[in-house]
């Protein structure tokens, strides 16, 4: 018997602090997905070492919760490109010394949605974005699933630590 795949991507705001909300979606996730279905939690998270990407990437490398397979997306902040234009100090994306290319963010988020998208014939995808209203990335990341429209997209308010959109169904409701 084939085992079913659930992709969740996590995306949020450097500035979210606590894990509650997180370790709770996380772990409901979990149940659905290996206990009510029997299937396989992708975690995908973009590595960033604070906020939403620190606790997404702490909860799936604890070793609790068998079935998991965690990707970590890095941005490659010292890699330029066509996206970021020239590579030198001048440029507006980079930082003053100009090591720092500001766009590679936007590219990893870009990365994260797009080989989502690629599997959401196969694998069952949710973004899910824990937003602290003021991130431009991670309002870029929930901008693009949106667009992609075969992602089911899940937004959490900071003040509120409430679901923004109440027709988000759990893994659990989804179609098999």
Not at 1 to 23: D, Q
Not at 54 to 74: F, K
Request: with cysteine.
């Amino acid at each position: 018997m084939t085992r079913r795949h659930f992709r969740l991507v996590i995306t949020g705001s450097r500035g979210w602090k606590t894990p509650h909300r997180i370790y709770a979606d996380l772990t409901t996730a979990w149940i659905d997905t290996v206990f009510q279905i029997g299937g396989i939690l992708h975690i995908s998270t973009g590595a960033c070492p604070e906020g939403a990407d620190y606790w997404a990437d702490r909860w799936a490398r604890s070793g609790l919760y068998p079935d998991v397979i965690h990707e970590r997306h890095p941005a490659r902040w010292r890699e330029h490109d066509a996206d970021c234009g020239h590579p030198t100090a001048k440029h507006p994306c980079h930082e003053p010394d100009g090591r720092i290319c500001r766009a590679a963010g936007f590219r990893r988020n870009d990365h994260m949605i797009a080989k989502a998208n690629g599997e959401a014939d196969s694998v069952l995808t949710e973004v899910r974005g824990y937003w602290d209203g003021h991130s431009a990335g991670t309002r870029e990341c929930l901008n693009e699933a949106r667009a992609a429209e075969r992602l089911t997209v899940v937004q959490i308010d900071w003040a509120t630590r409430r679901t923004m959109n109440p027709e988000h169904h759990p893994f659990l409701l989804l179609p098999t």
